[in-house]
């Protein structure tokens, strides 16, 4: 594993541990030639995937940008990281169940979308933003009467 700060191909791992998910291996690195200290992630990978982005591009899946993505969407909301992970490790699985070598992205982002309303509904909103294109601020008065409408009924069915 090459160091992210002075790119030394010789690191050493401290400590191996499973997530709370037990989805993937966290390893603690150190790089003796420059003594700075990172962690990485080993995942399972049943098959390589290629997402296929909206206007026909491809690129090759990263389930860390799932996680990115989500903890921009919750920067500075009472989530923790591990339920972040949690959710996107469930989010990779259900990807990877469909057996399909390609994804859209489309569908990455509506299950990012409904993993997150069930987070934090600010985070959900702040990635709608993003995922359903808000230009105008009537877009976002928009989706949150929709999100609102649907809180109500998700109420008063529980009630």
């Known amino acids: 594993m090459r160091c992210p700060f002075c790119g030394s191909e010789e690191t050493q791992v401290k400590d191996s541990r499973p997530t709370e998910d037990g ?10 030639d420059c003594d700075e200290r990172f962690t990485t ?4 990978q049943l098959r390589e995937m290629t997402v296929v982005k909206s206007g026909g591009r491809k690129q090759p899946f990263d389930a860390d940008k799932i996680i990115r993505s989500m903890q921009t969407a919750l920067r500075k909301r009472p989530v923790e990281l591990p339920a972040i992970e949690k959710a996107a490790a469930a989010i ?10 390609e994804v859209s992205s489309k569908q990455i982002g509506a299950a990012v979308m409904k993993a997150l309303i069930d987070l934090d509904v600010v985070g959900y909103i702040r990635y709608a933003s993003v995922y359903k294109d808000f230009r105008e601020p009537q877009d976002f ?7 609102q409408s649907r809180r109500v009924k998700k109420t008063k069915k529980a009630g």
Do not use: H, K, T
């Not at 989805?23 to 003796?32: E, G, L, M």
């Not at 992630?41 to 399972?44: C, I, P, T």
């Not at 990779?92 to 070598?101: D, F, H, P, T, Y």
């Open 141 to 147: 008065n928009d989706f949150l009467a929709e999100v």
């Open 92 to 101: 990779v699985r259900q990807i990877e169940s469909q057996g399909e070598a």
């Open 41 to 44: 992630f080993e995942r399972l």
């Open 23 to 32: 989805a993937a291996i966290r390893r603690r690195r150190a790089c003796p």
